[in-house]
C-alpha cells in the first residue's frame, strides 16, 4: 500500500477501524438510506396518489388538447376544438353560442347536449370506466353546415349532428358551462379547412399588362 502511494489517512483508519466508526454512540439510520426529512415528502406523494381516485378539472393550452379529451368550457370563452356536447348547466343542456367569426352571424345559436352523454355532468363521471364509449366520425372536411358522427354504447348507437357540436372559433354565451368531448383538432377543425389563401380578384388579362404598363 505504501508503494501504491496510499495516504497515510486510509492506513491509518484500516489498522485502528474502531478510531474512525465506533465512537460510543447509536445511530438510527433511515431505511433504504432515506433521510428522515424526506419523509414527509413521501407522505405527501402517497396522499397525492390517493388523490387520483377523485378526478378534478385542469387548466391547459389549446395545444395540449387531443381528439378523445373530455373538456369544460366556462361562459363568454372561445372554443377550442370541434367537440360534441356532452351535457350543459342549462335546463335540457342546451347551450348558446356566438358564430360571427364563422359566417359572420351575430345572433345567437342554440345547441343540444348528445341525449346518450347527458350523464356526464362532472370530471367523475367522465373518468369512470362504466361510461365508456366512443365516437365514429367522418374524414374532416370544409362543409361548415354539415356533420355525420355516432355516438357508439355498448348496447346502442347515437347519431350526431351539426346541432349537437360547438365548432372551434365560436363563442359560448348565456352559458355557465359545458362539457364536450373533442372529435377534430388543429387543421381538421371546420374553421382551418376553411381559411384557405384568399383568391384574387385580378383578371387574367389584367396580371399580365401589370408588368408592361
Given at each position: 500500500?505504501?508503494?501504491g502511494?496510499?495516504?497515510?489517512?486510509a492506513?491509518?483508519?484500516?489498522?485502528?477501524p474502531?478510531e474512525?466508526?465506533?465512537d460510543?454512540?447509536?445511530?438510527d439510520?433511515?431505511p433504504?438510506g432515506v433521510?428522515?426529512h424526506?419523509e414527509g415528502h413521501?407522505?405527501?406523494?402517497?396522499?397525492?396518489g390517493?388523490q387520483?381516485?377523485?378526478p378534478?378539472w385542469r387548466?391547459?393550452r389549446?395545444?395540449?388538447?387531443?381528439v378523445g379529451?373530455?373538456?369544460?368550457?366556462y361562459?363568454?370563452?372561445?372554443?377550442?376544438?370541434?367537440?360534441?356536447?356532452c351535457?350543459?348547466?342549462?335546463?335540457?343542456?342546451?347551450?348558446f353560442v356566438?358564430?360571427?367569426?364563422l359566417d359572420?352571424?351575430?345572433?345567437l345559436?342554440s345547441?343540444s347536449?348528445?341525449?346518450?352523454l347527458?350523464?356526464?355532468r362532472?370530471a367523475?363521471a367522465c373518468a369512470?370506466p362504466?361510461?365508456?364509449?366512443?365516437?365514429d366520425c367522418?374524414?374532416?372536411?370544409?362543409?361548415m353546415y354539415?356533420?355525420?358522427a355516432?355516438?357508439v354504447?355498448?348496447?346502442?348507437?347515437y347519431?350526431?349532428d351539426?346541432g349537437?357540436t360547438?365548432?372551434?372559433?365560436?363563442?359560448?354565451?348565456?352559458t355557465?358551462?359545458?362539457?364536450?368531448?373533442?372529435i377534430y383538432?388543429?387543421?381538421d377543425?371546420?374553421?382551418?379547412?376553411?381559411?384557405?389563401g384568399?383568391?384574387?380578384?385580378?383578371?387574367?388579362?389584367e396580371?399580365?399588362?401589370?408588368?408592361?404598363?
Amino acid at each position: 500500500m505504501q508503494q501504491g502511494g496510499a495516504p497515510p489517512e486510509a492506513i491509518h483508519d484500516q489498522e485502528n477501524p474502531e478510531e474512525t466508526y465506533d465512537d460510543g454512540y447509536e445511530y438510527d439510520y433511515p431505511p433504504d438510506g432515506v433521510e428522515s426529512h424526506e419523509e414527509g415528502h413521501h407522505h405527501n406523494l402517497f396522499r397525492r396518489g390517493h388523490q387520483e381516485h377523485h378526478p378534478r378539472w385542469r387548466k391547459g393550452r389549446w395545444e395540449d388538447v387531443k381528439v378523445g379529451d373530455f373538456v369544460k368550457i366556462y361562459d363568454d370563452e372561445p372554443i377550442p376544438a370541434d367537440i360534441v356536447i356532452c351535457a350543459t348547466s342549462e335546463e335540457e343542456n342546451v347551450a348558446f353560442v356566438e358564430t360571427k367569426n364563422l359566417d359572420g352571424e351575430t345572433n345567437l345559436k342554440s345547441r343540444s347536449a348528445c341525449p346518450a352523454l347527458t350523464h356526464l355532468r362532472n370530471a367523475k363521471a367522465c373518468a369512470d370506466p362504466k361510461n365508456s364509449f366512443y365516437v365514429d366520425c367522418e374524414q374532416p372536411n370544409n362543409n361548415m353546415y354539415k356533420l355525420t358522427a355516432t355516438v357508439v354504447m355498448p348496447d346502442d348507437k347515437y347519431p350526431v349532428d351539426l346541432g349537437q357540436t360547438l365548432l372551434r372559433g365560436t363563442m359560448l354565451r348565456h352559458t355557465k358551462w359545458v362539457i364536450g368531448i373533442v372529435i377534430y383538432t388543429g387543421e381538421d377543425t371546420k374553421i382551418v379547412l376553411n381559411s384557405g389563401g384568399t383568391p384574387s380578384k385580378r383578371s387574367r388579362v389584367e396580371r399580365q399588362m401589370n408588368p408592361q404598363v
